[in-house]
């Protein structure tokens, strides 16, 4: 192996930034990590009956543009409702009488968190409470009440 | 009658002792060889030149066949996942399945597997040789420690390449996806980008990949330089050790990551 010392050098310092390259390659292009990490924005709370299949850093969007991502889900104690903090991006602004539900894209698609403005002019602001929530639809609920239904329209005949 | 049979009896278990008790001697040696090698690390990173030689060899002269296998395991993996997510009407998924695929496992897996049979097995043949050729005794009588030498040197060389191979082997895997599927079938390709950055998260996914793709860096160096300095000091003494760092290390390599999976991705994050 004929390699004089600076050669080596040369290959194995390309060779290790072409590696790192990858490595932060994968953080940011395919992690995404400038999103999450930095993404300036503020936290609103929003009580629910029911999440359904709600999920952490599921989208949260208003007239389908992603706007935010779950933060957290807690369940208060004391109600049995489930805490959803949701962070929204800095520069999109919410009326206080924001209306949230959580909807599901497609039959079996992924659950998502949709805001729906108002007219109020006062704004949310940092850790706001959205009031008025809309549970989450439980498919199994739904066919339950269906069926029951279904049963006693036909035992009244 | 009976004498025979104790006699029997006793050989058998004369044969079950002497092996227990030659296996726990190998497993002493071995570890003890593991904390000479990691306690010459100082050794190896003063001798930068000897690290950096062995970098060389088992990091830059593998990037040929890592990246060919990547882009060719991307590309094999976007036309097959896209064969069946399609039939489910799921074919923007496609960038998704692909990235977790080789960030957690075939990355650091398949890496490591071409790792231990492209450089394990050379560092294994090197080591060996020498030790067949006496040089390795000859430095000790020159008060020259081969642990420092030439074993550290190898060992931490194979440590520092095998993570970013790993993650050149799924760099250029994700590539491949992304001209199978975005230019030659079609996807969107903001769908292909979009859905790959929502579902693929930085701690969770890529960390616990790096991870894996150091700790199997270890496995493999540390299995190459203890078979290459305890193999025979002959021809097929270096065949036979060569043989068994590819076979060690693939072994290992699979049961690490079965054990590390089964820690890392239990749960949803």
Partial sequence: MNLNRSALDLWVGIFVAVGIGAILFLALKVGNLINFASAPGYRLEAHFD??????????????????????????????YQAVVTLKIDQGYQFTADTIASILTS?????????????????????????????????????IGQFLFDKAATGGGK | MLDTVAAGLLHVLRR?????????????????????????????????????REIYFS?????????VSGLFV??????????????????????????????RELGPVVAGLLFASRAGSAITAEIGLMKATEQLSAMEMMAVDPLAHVVAPRFWGGIISMPLLAALFS???????????????????????????????????????????????LAVSLI????????????EGV????????????????????VLTVFMFRGVG
């Fill in chain 1, 50 to 79: 029911n999440i359904g299949g709600l999920k952490l850093r599921a989208p949260v969007k208003a007239a389908g543009v992603i706007v935010g991502r779950v933060e957290s889900i807690k369940l208060d104690t004391t109600t």
């Fill in chain 2, 239 to 258: 065949s036979t050790a060569t043989t068994r760092t590819v076979v060690e290390s693939s072994l290992a390599i699979l049961g690490l990551d079965f």
């Fill in chain 2, 171 to 217: 760099t250029l895997g994700i590539f491949g996806a992304y001209l199978v599927g975005v230019k030659l079938i079609g996807i969107d390709s903001g769908a292909f980008w979009g859905n790959m950055q929502a579902g693929v998260d930085f701690r969770y996914d890529i960390v616990n990949g790096v991870i894996k793709s150091i700790v199997f860096g």
């Fill in chain 2, 74 to 103: 991307g590309m094999v993996l976007a036309l097959q996942g896209y064969d069946v997510l399609q039939r489910y009407g799921a074919a923007e998924s496609l960038g998704v399945l692909v990235a977790l695929s080789l960030v």
């Fill in chain 2, 59 to 67: 990091g830059v002269l593998s990037l040929v066949i890592i990246l």
């Fill in chain 2, 16 to 52: 079950v002792g002497g092996r227990t008790i030659a296996i726990i001697g190998w497993l002493g040696y071995a570890t003890r060889f593991s904390f000479a090698v990691v306690r010459e690390t100082p050794a190896a990173f003063s001798r930068l030149n000897l690290t950096l």
């Fill in chain 1, 106 to 142: 497609g039959l079996l698609g992924d659950v998502y968190i949709g805001l729906d403005p108002g007219g109020d002019t006062k704004m949310l602001a940092d850790g706001g409470k959205v009031a008025k929530t809309q549970s989450g639809i439980v498919l199994e609920k739904l």
């Fill in chain 2, 224 to 235: 190459a330089v203890f078979e290459g300095y305890d193999a025979k000091p002959t021809a």
